[in-house]
């Protein structure tokens, strides 16, 4: 991303800060509190968050602070007292006030006239307040505060929220405070608070999600541990609440938007209703999702989200309904996860929903690193574990498909595609052999929301081969009932994404042992 004010331009990608073209020498540190100001221009910093930003939490003087921002003024040609460029809030942090402007000297789509300002846009924020220890164990205090600490760290991953700084949550430790004034105080849209007791060997963890505007508990979960190794479990529940809370606070954004429609919808509305109709699971809601997503990028060139989601949906399109299996389609939805990569190359959903485009593409190897990177960037996204399965899967590699499918639902066990989970698994399971298991989950998948029918298809699959001629010919009735177009040729054109042969011929040969109609 690159930043311009007047003659100077912040280049996040080059880490460089120049001026008429030339770069400008300065410590990496300064560049970091730039960046930090520039990207939060529309607020305040606090003196906590520039620490856990630049100093990385560790405890430094306040005249290391006065001394960078000095430096920072200096580079450009600003001080103290004019404050062209950076504003000091009294005793509680800075405020970046310069003109900005993008910088972008290809934009892929050119921006409506009525296009939204990038900072316009209008991230989520969280503040997760420091677990409360009911317990009378004083070493519980530490493990409470451990695991607030890495809840924040792990939440603050997922790019397309804003999380409140650890220092600045832990102000708030050993206190109640009302969600409502909290939402005020800190500009945050949803509070995470809990709780841990335990006594002996047994631990007890509660978690809630609440609306600050509205103080009603969006999602809440409780998690009974032992409490043998420390440090693994603290890793474990983290892992496991972090992955949890991100999907929470995506259905709850996508219900506001779709409950209050506002009349004219910016880009950030399009995004979400995009989104909303996208996790609907049916055709007319992918056509919709589609739509949506492309106005909205073309509202707001700049909003990387619109971009990938939108590659997303005609993948989706193309694999389970109308939408045609076109190669120029597929360069399309390549582009636009690039040009989302080109504005943040640090944010793991896009590199997931890119390699969802690699796959289609039959471009196994590629999909693997790229949801590698995914989960390098965010060890707790389930959706880069099933898209690790996949990838694997299509190159026969079974074993180790299977372990990443497993680790993506146990991750996410309230996530809108978890029947995709489930159920791309089972298709695996098919092309193993293993067509009992492949039954097992299918019948996983089956029973959760918006589930598709290629479960069915699978499931069909895997009795034809196991030779139950009645189940087989009860199931393929509830498929065609579901899809009336399911043939052979069909599931030929649908399965476009497979190139190893000896996968689509044991897929086609239960579909015939089924009676399943050729075209």
Known sequence: MRYRFDDFILDTDRFELSRDGQ????????????????????????????????????????AALSSRIKMARQLLGDDGRRQIYIRTIHRKGFRFVGTVQFDDPAPAVSASPGAVAPDALHKPAVVVLPLINLSRESDHE??????????????????????VARNTAFGFKGQAPDPLELGRMLAVDYVVEGSIQGTGNQVRIAVHLVDAATRLTKWT??????????????????????????????????????????????????????????FRFTGRDNQEAQRLLRQSLIQDPMFGEAHAWWAYAVVLGMVYW?????RELLDEALAACDRAL???????TFHMLRGRVLLARREYRRALAENRIAIDLNPTFAAAY???GDSLAYECRYEEAMAQFERSIALSPNDPQLWAFYT??????????????????????SNLPNCQYWTAAHRLVALAHLGRREQASEEKERLLAMQPAFSCAFAIEKLFYLHEPSQITCYLAGLRRAKVPEG
Not at 142 to 163: C, P
Not at 322 to 326: Q, R, S
Not at 436 to 442: I, Y
Request: proline share 3%; hydrophobic share 40%; glycine share 6%.
């Open 23 to 62: 770069p400008l020498r300065c410590e990496p540190q300064v560049i970091e509190l730039l960046v930090l100001l520039v990207e939060n221009r529309e607020r305040m910093v606090g003196k906590d968050e520039i620490n856990e930003v630049v100093w990385k939490g560790r405890i430094v003087s306040e």
């Open 142 to 163: 530490y493990f409470a505060d451990g695991v607030t600490s890495d809840i924040i760290a792990q939440l603050s991953k997922h790019r397309w929220l804003n999380v």
């Open 221 to 278: 979960e409780r998690y009974d541990r032992e409490r043998s190794e420390i440090f693994a479990l603290q890793d474990e529940i983290t892992e496991t609440i972090a992955a949890r809370l991100e999907p929470e606070i995506g259905f709850a954004e996508r219900h506001k938007v779709r409950v209050s429609r506002p009349a004219t919808l910016q880009a950030w509305d399009c995004f979400h209703l995009g989104c909303y109709h996208l």
């Open 322 to 326: 109308d939408t045609p299996a076109d």
């Open 342 to 348: 080109e504005i943040d190359h640090q944010n793991a």
């Open 386 to 388: 099933c898209g690790m």
């Open 424 to 445: 791309y698994g089972a298709l695996a399971l098919i092309f193993k052999g293993d067509y009992e298991r492949s039954l097992e989950w299918t019948e996983q998948a």
